[in-house]
């Protein structure tokens, strides 16, 4: 059976390397990093994805220097200014996984403003994860199943699934990391149980269709088993 990607998820890594790299400042390579995001967007939805999730500022970042993380919100802000009209062209439903409250109130009124006015569009289903981590997630889904009045009975993974972030998607079946590091960084925990993950040595803001196309390929080769034997995939079971 042909594999097919749903939801695609990338932790977007490099950006500082690929700017220390060119003799620029960090916030010249986050700056040519959302240039690559647009045509990933883009390319995403030429082949045929539905969900794309871009891991974009972590609960973990709040470590940086004040002057960086400032200007990360500069950028974003910038990005959104920019982008809206082509994002409402183009038919992309914008959606925010993390904890926004301690974003500045006016960024954060600017997110959910665009995510309200794109919520008309029907076209790829762009996921932007800030002040995001996975295990803050999972804390804050036992704190909604706990607040829903749901007995401990019933708990099961759908009815768990259904307190995180991303219930209204599906898991993601392809999880790119730019960058050349080969760890997950508290990214998605819960949802990439069966996902595949590819790592590419390309820096973030290099990460072009190309790019794309050869995580595409190269996910096209795997045998997703989710837990069965070869044989049960292939339908031939043994006795």
Known sequence: MENRIDHLAIIMDGNGRWAKGRGMPRLGGHEAGTRAARKIVEASKDRGISYLTLYAFSSENWRRPKEEVEGLFRILESFIDREIDRLMEGGVHLNVIGDLSKFPDVLREKI??????????????????LNYGGRDEI?????????????????????FSSCLDTSHMPDPD??????????????LLWQLAYAEIYFTDILWPDFDEKALDDAISWFATRQRRFGMTPEQIEGKDTP
């Open 112 to 129: 959910l403003s665009t995510i309200e006015k794109s919520a008309v569009n029907s076209g790829i289903y762009l996921n932007i994860a």
């Open 139 to 159: 804390l804050r889904g036992v704190r909604r199943f706990l607040e829903s009045g749901a007995s401990l009975a019933g708990l099961s993974e759908e009815s």
């Open 174 to 187: 392809l999880l790119i990391r730019t960058g050349g590091e080969w760890r997950i960084s508290n990214f």
